[in-house]
């Protein structure tokens, strides 16, 4: 059934989970509802309903849904019932912004590896981690096995980076670049460019609106 | 016309933008095609064509796409003719890459000014800026007439913020914290939360497929 569901569900996902694992650490908070989700998320609690209905039947007419059993099921259909470990390329001002995060780590993810081809970087300590050479990449992601990576190097070495990335078996890249990137099939890239995301709302905007 | 425009289609043209602009520094070179385009975004041609068909004949049969002239236009579309000044809320790690990020300026946008609520952050220059007080924060954006403002908070004083920001006059809202916001109507949120985007993609990826 699974490999069925639209890539819009899927991608819907991972907010659902955020918000039940919030209201989750609400004290004697047990269930919730497609309506509070609904108002909570700024999503249709129509839509909600018909895209938690893609994995089976989660709620009880007039109960709602149990919030922690949804959370583990979400959690399992997502894969995150085990710890993915993750590669930072780059360790600029961004690459020391993500290694310091502390939200990866109970949300299923690990930085376990960054790297630097600056050698100004290279063994500098960013929290637990120490910066490696980046000509160590594709040796350390091999030995780790290591399936995803976060680059945040510059647009101009981004795709010569994630080419490298996929051939060491890296097939989940999350890129900090301000560039497109060409992959083979069944390699993922999901994009982060904040320029971007601002000129997708001021299309929107108009000067007079002060 | 331009108010027919599905917001998918908006949503690509900041990216097609990025590419061109990229296209354009290739020393003597003055068009492109939508095949080409489609190769380096991933995007078919057909789709690229349809797009940019919303806003008028950009390319001609056998000539493609004049580069400056379609930057000019997307530019004009997305109200980039003029510089945005934006409000950077939090001056922790993400907020100090963000302020070093020289990407903004040459498209679109200036940081203007930083805020954090922390006294031992307020004071301190990021770049050309002196982070200042949070609670000035709705006198600095009503005087200097800021529409934008981009999150980098904990996602626990998120909601707050906004609500804060939007009081004060903004309409577009890029939050880096976790969390769902609630907004008016006519005010824009858009998200950047790496965990949500890695678990976007860690579905697709089987353990095996090591």
């Given at each position: 059934?699974?490999?069925?569901?639209?890539?819009?569900?899927?991608?819907?996902?991972?907010?659902?989970?955020?918000?039940?694992?919030?209201?989750?650490?609400?004290?004697?908070?047990?269930?919730?509802?497609?309506?509070?989700?609904?108002?909570?998320?700024?999503?249709?609690?129509?839509?909600?309903?018909?895209?938690?209905?893609?994995?089976?039947?989660?709620?009880?007419?007039?109960?709602?849904?149990?919030?922690?059993?949804?959370?583990?099921?979400?959690?399992?259909?997502?894969?995150?019932?085990?710890?993915?470990?993750?590669?930072?390329?780059?360790?600029?001002?961004?690459?020391?912004?993500?290694?310091?995060?502390?939200?990866?780590?109970?949300?299923?993810?690990?930085?376990?590896?960054?790297?630097?081809?600056?050698?100004?970087?290279?063994?500098?300590?960013?929290?637990?981690?120490?910066?490696?050479?980046?000509?160590?990449?594709?040796?350390?992601?091999?030995?780790?096995?290591?399936?995803?990576?976060?680059?945040?190097?510059?647009?101009?070495?981004?795709?010569?980076t994630a080419d490298r990335l996929v051939a060491a078996g890296v097939r989940a890249i999350l890129s900090y670049a301000p560039a497109s990137l060409t992959v083979p099939p069944g390699v993922y890239v999901s994009y982060s460019d904040p320029v971007v995301q601002l000129q997708q709302m001021t299309y929107y905007l108009r000067p007079d609106d002060q």
């Amino acid at each position: 059934v699974e490999h069925e569901i639209p890539d819009i569900v899927i991608g819907r996902l991972p907010v659902y989970l955020r918000e039940l694992s919030r209201l989750e650490r609400e004290p004697d908070r047990l269930t919730t509802s497609s309506h509070e989700l609904a108002e909570r998320l700024g999503i249709s609690s129509a839509q909600i309903r018909k895209d938690l209905s893609h994995f089976g039947e989660f709620g009880k007419q007039g109960t709602g849904y149990h919030i922690h059993y949804l959370i583990d099921r979400l959690s399992e259909i997502l894969r995150l019932t085990h710890e993915w470990p993750v590669a930072l390329i780059g360790a600029g001002f961004l690459g020391h912004a993500l290694a310091s995060y502390r939200g990866f780590q109970r949300r299923g993810f690990v930085i376990t590896a960054v790297f630097d081809s600056d050698p100004a970087k290279v063994g500098a300590t960013i929290g637990e981690l120490t910066v490696r050479d980046a000509a160590e990449l594709e040796t350390a992601l091999r030995a780790d096995g290591i399936q995803i990576a976060i680059l945040a190097v510059p647009a101009d070495v981004a795709q010569a980076t994630a080419d490298r990335l996929v051939a060491a078996g890296v097939r989940a890249i999350l890129s900090y670049a301000p560039a497109s990137l060409t992959v083979p099939p069944g390699v993922y890239v999901s994009y982060s460019d904040p320029v971007v995301q601002l000129q997708q709302m001021t299309y929107y905007l108009r000067p007079d609106d002060q």
